[in-house]
Protein backbone atom coordinates (compact mmCIF):
# COMPACT_ATOMS: atom_id res chain seq x y z
CA UNK A 1 0.00 0.00 0.00
CA UNK A 2 1.06 3.82 -0.48
CA UNK A 3 1.65 5.91 2.59
CA UNK A 4 0.50 9.36 2.87
CA UNK A 5 1.21 12.17 4.85
CA UNK A 6 -1.71 14.74 6.01
CA UNK A 7 -1.95 18.36 7.66
CA UNK A 8 -5.39 19.00 9.46
CA UNK A 9 -5.64 22.66 9.68
CA UNK A 10 -9.43 23.87 12.36
CA UNK A 11 -10.06 26.37 13.69
CA UNK A 12 -8.34 29.37 11.98
CA UNK A 13 -11.20 32.01 12.72
CA UNK A 14 -10.18 33.97 9.72
CA UNK A 15 -11.63 37.82 10.14
CA UNK A 16 -12.72 40.76 8.05
CA UNK A 17 -9.39 42.32 7.17
CA UNK A 18 -7.97 44.57 9.53
CA UNK A 19 -10.18 42.48 12.14
CA UNK A 20 -8.28 41.22 14.77
CA UNK A 21 -10.85 38.82 17.02
CA UNK A 22 -9.28 38.94 20.66
CA UNK A 23 -6.88 40.91 19.99
CA UNK A 24 -4.87 38.09 17.96
CA UNK A 25 -3.55 38.39 14.48
CA UNK A 26 -5.58 35.64 13.36
CA UNK A 27 -4.99 35.59 9.52
CA UNK A 28 -0.98 36.00 10.30
CA UNK A 29 -1.15 33.09 12.70
CA UNK A 30 -2.61 30.99 9.49
CA UNK A 31 -0.04 32.23 6.86
CA UNK A 32 2.39 30.84 9.52
CA UNK A 33 0.84 27.64 9.99
CA UNK A 34 0.68 27.13 5.93
CA UNK A 35 4.30 28.10 5.95
CA UNK A 36 5.35 25.31 8.39
CA UNK A 37 3.06 22.45 6.63
CA UNK A 38 4.34 23.19 3.36
CA UNK A 39 8.19 23.14 4.34
CA UNK A 40 6.59 19.48 5.95
CA UNK A 41 6.14 18.46 2.23
CA UNK A 42 2.84 16.92 2.97
CA UNK A 43 0.61 14.98 0.49
CA UNK A 44 -2.90 16.16 1.50
CA UNK A 45 -4.28 19.05 3.46
CA UNK A 46 -7.86 18.87 5.44
CA UNK A 47 -9.19 22.18 6.75
CA UNK A 48 -11.60 20.71 9.10
CA UNK A 49 -13.97 23.96 10.00
CA UNK A 50 -14.28 27.32 11.40
CA UNK A 51 -12.55 28.88 9.00
CA UNK A 52 -14.73 31.95 9.62
CA UNK A 53 -14.52 33.80 12.97
CA UNK A 54 -18.12 34.01 13.69
CA UNK A 55 -20.18 33.63 10.57
CA UNK A 56 -19.68 32.59 7.09
CA UNK A 57 -18.47 35.95 5.00
CA UNK A 58 -17.68 35.15 1.10
CA UNK A 59 -14.28 37.60 1.06
CA UNK A 60 -13.30 35.46 4.27
CA UNK A 61 -13.73 32.27 2.72
CA UNK A 62 -12.21 34.10 -0.73
CA UNK A 63 -9.24 34.96 1.10
CA UNK A 64 -8.47 31.86 2.56
CA UNK A 65 -9.11 29.98 -0.64
CA UNK A 66 -6.37 32.18 -2.26
CA UNK A 67 -3.51 31.53 0.17
CA UNK A 68 -4.31 27.60 0.19
CA UNK A 69 -4.25 27.25 -3.84
CA UNK A 70 -0.59 29.49 -3.24
CA UNK A 71 0.33 25.96 -1.28
CA UNK A 72 0.11 24.07 -4.34
CA UNK A 73 -1.30 21.49 -1.55
CA UNK A 74 -4.52 19.37 -2.84
CA UNK A 75 -6.91 20.00 0.10
CA UNK A 76 -9.80 19.26 1.62
CA UNK A 77 -12.26 21.98 2.77
CA UNK A 78 -15.03 21.44 5.51
CA UNK A 79 -17.54 23.38 7.36
CA UNK A 80 -17.92 24.43 11.25
CA UNK A 81 -20.44 26.18 13.43
CA UNK A 82 -18.89 29.61 12.35
CA UNK A 83 -19.28 28.52 8.55
CA UNK A 84 -21.85 28.81 6.16
CA UNK A 85 -21.36 25.35 4.16
CA UNK A 86 -23.21 27.08 0.99
CA UNK A 87 -21.40 30.19 0.91
CA UNK A 88 -17.90 28.11 1.54
CA UNK A 89 -19.14 25.22 -1.36
CA UNK A 90 -19.47 28.08 -3.48
CA UNK A 91 -16.32 29.69 -3.12
CA UNK A 92 -14.45 26.28 -3.12
CA UNK A 93 -16.35 25.18 -5.99
CA UNK A 94 -18.01 22.37 -3.90
CA UNK A 95 -21.93 22.97 -4.99
CA UNK A 96 -21.60 19.56 -6.33
CA UNK A 97 -21.27 18.16 -2.73
CA UNK A 98 -24.15 19.89 -1.23
CA UNK A 99 -26.99 17.91 -0.28
CA UNK A 100 -29.65 19.94 1.63
CA UNK A 101 -27.46 22.57 2.51
CA UNK A 102 -24.87 20.08 4.29
CA UNK A 103 -21.10 19.67 3.17
CA UNK A 104 -20.17 15.78 3.15
CA UNK A 105 -19.03 13.52 0.86
CA UNK A 106 -15.56 11.54 0.36
CA UNK A 107 -12.79 11.08 -1.70
CA UNK A 108 -10.83 7.70 -2.14
CA UNK A 109 -7.27 7.36 -2.48
CA UNK A 110 -6.11 5.10 -4.99
CA UNK A 111 -4.22 1.75 -3.33
CA UNK A 112 -4.89 3.25 -0.15
CA UNK A 113 -8.37 3.76 1.23
CA UNK A 114 -10.83 6.37 1.80
CA UNK A 115 -11.24 9.90 3.56
CA UNK A 116 -14.79 10.29 4.91
CA UNK A 117 -15.77 14.16 6.11
CA UNK A 118 -18.65 15.09 7.78
CA UNK A 119 -20.67 18.40 8.08
CA UNK A 120 -21.19 19.24 12.10
CA UNK A 121 -22.22 23.04 11.43
CA UNK A 122 -25.48 22.94 13.09
CA UNK A 123 -23.86 21.04 16.24
CA UNK A 124 -25.28 17.81 15.43
CA UNK A 125 -25.05 15.15 12.21
CA UNK A 126 -27.76 14.59 10.26
CA UNK A 127 -29.69 11.41 9.53
CA UNK A 128 -28.89 11.56 5.85
CA UNK A 129 -25.10 11.71 6.96
CA UNK A 130 -25.11 8.72 9.24
CA UNK A 131 -26.57 6.89 6.57
CA UNK A 132 -24.44 7.89 4.25
CA UNK A 133 -21.37 6.98 6.91
CA UNK A 134 -22.38 3.58 7.34
CA UNK A 135 -22.78 3.20 3.48
CA UNK A 136 -19.26 4.71 3.03
CA UNK A 137 -17.94 1.80 5.43
CA UNK A 138 -19.56 -0.90 4.22
CA UNK A 139 -16.45 -2.50 2.20
CA UNK A 140 -14.18 -4.39 4.95
CA UNK A 141 -11.70 -4.48 2.68
CA UNK A 142 -11.12 -0.58 2.40
CA UNK A 143 -9.80 1.27 5.26
CA UNK A 144 -11.17 4.60 6.16
CA UNK A 145 -10.26 8.05 8.11
CA UNK A 146 -13.27 10.17 9.44
CA UNK A 147 -13.05 13.79 9.85
CA UNK A 148 -16.02 15.62 11.35
CA UNK A 149 -15.71 18.99 13.00
CA UNK A 150 -17.05 18.46 16.20
CA UNK A 151 -15.43 15.18 18.04
CA UNK A 152 -17.83 12.64 18.87
CA UNK A 153 -17.35 12.23 22.44
CA UNK A 154 -17.29 14.36 25.39
CA UNK A 155 -13.75 14.96 25.78
CA UNK A 156 -12.62 15.84 29.56
CA UNK A 157 -13.11 19.65 28.73
CA UNK A 158 -15.61 20.89 31.19
CA UNK A 159 -15.88 24.47 29.66
CA UNK A 160 -16.55 22.70 25.70
CA UNK A 161 -18.39 19.58 27.14
CA UNK A 162 -21.07 21.17 28.78
CA UNK A 163 -21.72 23.92 26.75
CA UNK A 164 -20.85 22.72 23.02
CA UNK A 165 -20.29 19.42 22.64
CA UNK A 166 -21.97 17.33 19.84
CA UNK A 167 -25.77 17.53 20.35
CA UNK A 168 -26.03 13.51 19.15
CA UNK A 169 -23.06 11.96 20.46
CA UNK A 170 -24.72 8.59 21.12
CA UNK A 171 -26.36 8.15 17.74
CA UNK A 172 -23.04 8.87 15.62
CA UNK A 173 -21.25 6.36 18.02
CA UNK A 174 -24.26 4.28 16.98
CA UNK A 175 -24.13 4.53 13.66
CA UNK A 176 -19.75 3.89 14.09
CA UNK A 177 -20.65 0.64 15.65
CA UNK A 178 -23.12 -0.78 12.70
CA UNK A 179 -20.24 0.43 10.40
CA UNK A 180 -19.32 -3.07 8.38
CA UNK A 181 -15.74 -1.51 8.55
CA UNK A 182 -15.13 1.07 10.96
CA UNK A 183 -12.96 4.07 10.36
CA UNK A 184 -9.45 3.39 11.34
CA UNK A 185 -9.15 6.72 13.31
CA UNK A 186 -11.41 10.36 13.81
CA UNK A 187 -9.94 13.46 13.47
CA UNK A 188 -11.75 16.82 14.58
CA UNK A 189 -11.55 19.87 16.27
CA UNK A 190 -13.36 22.46 17.76
CA UNK A 191 -12.37 22.27 21.50
CA UNK A 192 -9.41 24.41 20.76
CA UNK A 193 -7.08 22.23 22.64
CA UNK A 194 -5.28 18.61 22.22
CA UNK A 195 -7.11 15.51 23.53
CA UNK A 196 -7.02 11.94 22.34
CA UNK A 197 -10.26 10.15 23.42
CA UNK A 198 -10.52 6.32 22.85
CA UNK A 199 -13.82 5.37 21.99
CA UNK A 200 -13.79 1.95 23.71
CA UNK A 201 -16.67 0.10 22.90
CA UNK A 202 -16.07 0.71 19.28
CA UNK A 203 -12.26 0.69 19.53
CA UNK A 204 -11.51 4.17 17.46
CA UNK A 205 -9.42 6.78 18.50
CA UNK A 206 -10.66 10.39 18.27
CA UNK A 207 -7.75 12.70 17.65
CA UNK A 208 -8.86 16.35 18.74
CA UNK A 209 -6.29 19.12 16.95
CA UNK A 210 -5.66 22.57 18.75
CA UNK A 211 -7.29 25.66 16.90
CA UNK A 212 -4.73 26.70 13.82
CA UNK A 213 -4.63 30.22 14.07
CA UNK A 214 -7.00 31.17 17.14
CA UNK A 215 -6.09 30.47 20.94
CA UNK A 216 -6.32 27.66 22.90
CA UNK A 217 -8.76 27.07 25.99
CA UNK A 218 -7.88 25.94 29.43
CA UNK A 219 -8.94 22.40 29.08
CA UNK A 220 -9.10 21.95 33.01
CA UNK A 221 -11.72 24.39 34.20
CA UNK A 222 -15.84 24.99 33.74
CA UNK A 223 -15.54 28.34 32.45
CA UNK A 224 -14.00 30.25 29.14
CA UNK A 225 -10.05 30.85 29.39
CA UNK A 226 -7.70 31.18 27.31
CA UNK A 227 -5.23 29.08 28.47
CA UNK A 228 -2.30 30.02 25.34
CA UNK A 229 -2.00 31.14 22.18
CA UNK A 230 0.02 29.04 20.16
CA UNK A 231 -1.12 27.62 16.79
CA UNK A 232 -1.04 24.46 15.72
CA UNK A 233 -1.89 21.52 13.27
CA UNK A 234 -1.46 17.60 13.36
CA UNK A 235 0.69 15.92 11.00
CA UNK A 236 -0.79 12.41 9.92
CA UNK A 237 0.86 9.41 8.57
CA UNK A 238 -1.55 6.99 7.25
CA UNK A 239 -0.84 3.52 5.42
CA UNK A 240 -4.20 1.84 5.44
CA UNK A 241 -2.93 -0.34 8.22
CA UNK A 242 -0.94 1.74 10.72
CA UNK A 243 -1.51 5.20 11.61
CA UNK A 244 0.85 8.08 13.42
CA UNK A 245 0.14 11.31 14.24
CA UNK A 246 1.00 14.36 16.63
CA UNK A 247 0.28 18.09 17.11
CA UNK A 248 2.43 20.41 15.73
CA UNK A 249 3.21 24.05 17.25
CA UNK A 250 3.79 26.72 15.61
CA UNK A 251 7.09 28.71 16.16
CA UNK A 252 7.95 26.91 19.05
CA UNK A 253 11.26 25.15 18.66
CA UNK A 254 13.16 28.10 20.77
CA UNK A 255 10.65 28.14 23.42
CA UNK A 256 10.50 24.13 24.16
CA UNK A 257 14.45 24.11 23.82
CA UNK A 258 14.84 26.92 26.26
CA UNK A 259 12.22 24.60 28.43
CA UNK A 260 14.12 21.20 28.13
CA UNK A 261 17.59 23.59 29.06
CA UNK A 262 15.72 24.53 32.44
CA UNK A 263 14.37 21.26 33.17
CA UNK A 264 18.42 20.25 33.09
CA UNK A 265 19.10 22.93 34.96
CA UNK A 266 16.49 22.68 37.82
CA UNK A 267 18.33 19.06 38.18
CA UNK A 268 21.73 21.14 38.54
CA UNK A 269 20.75 23.46 40.82
CA UNK A 270 18.52 21.07 43.09
CA UNK A 271 15.65 23.41 42.24
CA UNK A 272 12.31 21.20 41.78
CA UNK A 273 10.65 24.56 41.25
CA UNK A 274 12.29 25.10 37.85
CA UNK A 275 10.88 21.41 36.66
CA UNK A 276 8.49 22.50 33.41
CA UNK A 277 6.71 18.98 34.40
CA UNK A 278 3.05 18.72 33.52
CA UNK A 279 1.48 16.86 36.91
CA UNK A 280 0.70 13.32 34.58
CA UNK A 281 4.05 13.64 32.94
CA UNK A 282 4.78 10.23 31.79
CA UNK A 283 8.74 9.15 32.10
CA UNK A 284 9.54 6.08 30.53
CA UNK A 285 13.55 4.93 30.53
CA UNK A 286 14.75 0.70 30.26
CA UNK A 287 14.74 0.83 33.58
CA UNK A 288 11.66 1.79 34.82
CA UNK A 289 8.17 3.47 34.00
CA UNK A 290 6.49 6.73 36.03
CA UNK A 291 3.29 8.32 35.32
CA UNK A 292 3.14 11.07 37.07
CA UNK A 293 5.20 13.91 38.18
CA UNK A 294 4.90 13.67 41.74
CA UNK A 295 5.84 9.50 41.17
CA UNK A 296 8.94 10.07 38.81
CA UNK A 297 10.36 12.95 41.95
CA UNK A 298 9.58 10.43 44.59
CA UNK A 299 11.82 7.76 42.75
CA UNK A 300 15.04 10.21 41.21
CA UNK A 301 15.24 13.35 43.08
CA UNK A 302 17.53 12.49 46.31
CA UNK A 303 19.20 10.52 43.61
CA UNK A 304 19.65 12.50 41.10
CA UNK A 305 19.58 16.27 42.18
CA UNK A 306 22.84 18.43 41.82
CA UNK A 307 24.06 15.81 39.37
CA UNK A 308 25.95 17.93 36.09
CA UNK A 309 23.85 16.96 32.40
CA UNK A 310 26.23 19.02 29.91
CA UNK A 311 24.04 18.74 26.89
CA UNK A 312 26.00 17.50 24.27
CA UNK A 313 23.15 17.98 20.89
CA UNK A 314 19.86 19.13 21.35
CA UNK A 315 17.04 19.75 18.57
CA UNK A 316 13.46 20.74 18.50
CA UNK A 317 10.47 19.49 15.76
CA UNK A 318 7.35 20.29 16.46
CA UNK A 319 6.77 19.95 19.83
CA UNK A 320 9.50 17.06 20.71
CA UNK A 321 13.20 18.20 21.68
CA UNK A 322 15.65 15.61 21.61
CA UNK A 323 18.61 15.73 23.89
CA UNK A 324 22.35 14.02 23.86
CA UNK A 325 24.55 14.23 26.84
CA UNK A 326 27.29 12.19 27.82
CA UNK A 327 28.53 11.38 30.85
CA UNK A 328 31.54 9.67 32.72
CA UNK A 329 30.64 5.97 33.92
CA UNK A 330 33.26 3.72 35.31
CA UNK A 331 34.40 1.79 32.00
CA UNK A 332 34.43 5.10 30.07
CA UNK A 333 31.51 7.49 28.42
CA UNK A 334 28.02 6.60 28.82
CA UNK A 335 25.67 8.36 25.86
CA UNK A 336 21.72 9.33 27.38
CA UNK A 337 19.56 9.79 24.65
CA UNK A 338 16.01 11.36 25.73
CA UNK A 339 13.51 12.40 23.89
CA UNK A 340 10.88 14.94 25.51
CA UNK A 341 7.28 15.72 24.07
CA UNK A 342 6.13 19.20 25.52
CA UNK A 343 2.26 20.94 25.25
CA UNK A 344 0.92 23.90 26.93
CA UNK A 345 4.58 24.72 28.25
CA UNK A 346 4.83 21.44 29.87
CA UNK A 347 6.98 18.42 29.63
CA UNK A 348 4.29 16.08 29.33
CA UNK A 349 6.25 12.83 28.22
CA UNK A 350 9.83 11.61 28.40
CA UNK A 351 11.37 8.54 26.62
CA UNK A 352 15.14 7.87 27.15
CA UNK A 353 17.41 5.42 25.54
CA UNK A 354 20.77 4.36 26.86
Given at each position: ?62 WVKRHLDAT ?52 MVSSPQLSF???SCKDVNEPQ ?210
Open positions: MNTISIAQVTDIHIAKEGESPNGIDVRANFLKVLEEVKRAKVDYMVVSGDLCSQVGIIEVYQEIPYFIMSGNHDNPAMLAEVFGLTHLLQNRELYYSHKIEGLGQLIFLDSTTGLTDLLFMHHPPTLAGVPHMDNNYALQNIEEVQSALKNCASKPQAIFSGHYHCGRSVCLSDIDITTYITPSSAYFQLNPDIDHFEIGSYRSAWRKIVWDGKSLRTNIKYVGSAAKNIALVKQYYEAWEKADPSLLPLAPTVQHISPDSIYESKSEFLKACWEELKGYPTPIQQIVSEGNTVCVLIETPVLDGIKSICSWFELENDWITKIRVVY
